[in-house]
């Protein structure tokens, strides 16, 4: 262009190339005798917005009687689908453990997504061990686009629940006692035992 500013180059036309993404560019040019600049025309059309949501969300193992223990490691498996138009770079998936649908304070997994074209979609987990301070009724909830890296048509649908569900101690088996009472005339040795591991007995003497 400058050189047919300068008058030292004829306009002969412009090539534009776009990237793989979408993109489009057209162009005109025309051209008059040298007293006249040139004028070039370049018309830029980005390409359509995605939309990254999370169209399934589910445990492995699923609770039983819809509970969970404490100690308990459980596969969370989400569905990344890309709901627009247009091709949605990489992101990441953040799933939290909440008391409500829209609590996100305690992050418990985060993984990263491919790049999704239109209408494509991904399903990755992790795992999660729940602990005593997860005692309750809670939520798990994953977000799509986590990070915000995607620019997106909707911004606003990113996220999806499971639940309410219930977070619990593991009930204690009843302690083994052997002898099983009766009574002694000399001293007797006397065993507890209980079949949860981990579980502690404690008792007293009066």
Do not use: H
């Not at 534009?16 to 005798?33: M, Y």
């Not at 977000?143 to 997106?152: P, S």
């Not at 639940?163 to 099983?180: H, L, Q, Y």
Request: net charge negative.
């Amino acid at each position: 262009v400058e050189g047919w500013v300068d008058g030292t180059e004829a306009n002969y036309g412009v090539y534009l190339l776009g990237g793989n993404n979408g993109d489009i560019f057209t162009f005109t040019s025309s051209e008059a005798s040298f007293s006249y600049r040139p004028k070039l025309i370049v018309n830029y059309t980005p390409p359509p917005p995605p939309d990254l949501i999370i169209t399934n969300l589910f445990p492995v193992p699923s609770p039983s009687f819809g509970q969970f223990l404490v100690g308990q490691s459980v596969d969370w498996k989400a569905t990344v689908k890309n709901n627009g138009s247009g091709p949605a770079d990489s992101s990441r998936v953040g799933c939290y453990l909440g008391t409500s649908r829209t609590d996100l304070s305690k992050s418990i997994n985060t993984y990263s997504t491919s790049a999704l074209s239109s209408g494509e979609s991904e399903t990755d987990f992790d795992d999660y061990t729940f602990v005593a301070s997860d005692v309750g009724q809670k939520y798990v909830i994953c977000k799509a686009d986590d990070g915000v890296d995607v620019d997106e048509s909707n911004e606003d649908n990113n996220t999806r629940f499971y639940g309410p569900f219930d977070v619990a101690f593991e009930k204690v088996a009843t302690p083994t006692i052997s002898p099983n009472g009766g009574t002694y005339t000399g001293s007797t040795q006397v065993a507890l035992t209980s079949s949860t591991p981990g579980a502690t007995i404690r008792y007293t003497t009066d």
